[in-house]
């Protein structure tokens, strides 16, 4: 075998290799959607079609659980009267909110609607920077799986 030959077989058994641990980690998905009585789902179609997980109303006086997606989910939030969308750094309250930057995802508007990106997996926190809102429950933490 060639040093080139060899060198492109390592290449494709690492890409493969790769590949199937994906698939294995997608299973795992499958297997629990099916539990939900969903019919069955192929791994792409979790990945690329999953709704959106809807939270409305966004609003104060509520109590958000966490919320635990799927990789390449996103989070559309939904709210009657003014609120915002802000992303936090930490599961806690700031004292104040940046007023511009990227952590404000949606600015303060009456009757809005935002849908995040598709995520990656991680942990975010998301809050309303109405003042006083985030202390008033408007705070969820999203755990992407
Ligand atoms: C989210 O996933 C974590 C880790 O698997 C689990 O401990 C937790 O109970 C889940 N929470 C919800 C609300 O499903």
């Known amino acids: 075998m060639s040093r080139k030959t060899f060198r492109a077989l390592t290449c494709l058994t690492a890409i493969l290799t790769a590949a199937s ?6 299973t795992g998905h499958g297997r629990h959607l099916m539990q939900m009585a969903a019919p069955p789902v192929t791994a792409s179609a979790v990945r690329s079609t999953a709704a959106p997980y809807l939270i409305d109303p966004w609003t104060v006086g509520m109590t958000y659980p966490e919320v635990n997606i799927t990789a390449g989910q996103s989070v559309d939030f939904k709210w009657p009267g003014r609120h915002g969308v802000y992303m936090l750094m930490d599961d806690t309250c700031p004292d104040h909110f940046d007023t511009n930057g990227p952590n404000i995802l949606s600015p303060i508007k009456v009757n809005g609607d935002y849908t995040t ?3 990656s997996k991680g942990t975010y926190t998301y809050a309303c920077q109405v003042p006083g809102h985030c202390e008033d429950g408007q705070i969820v933490q999203v755990n992407v799986l």
Not at 21 to 26: D, I, L, M, Q, V
């Open 117 to 119: 990106p598709p995520l």
């Open 21 to 26: 641990s994906e698939a294995r980690s997608f």
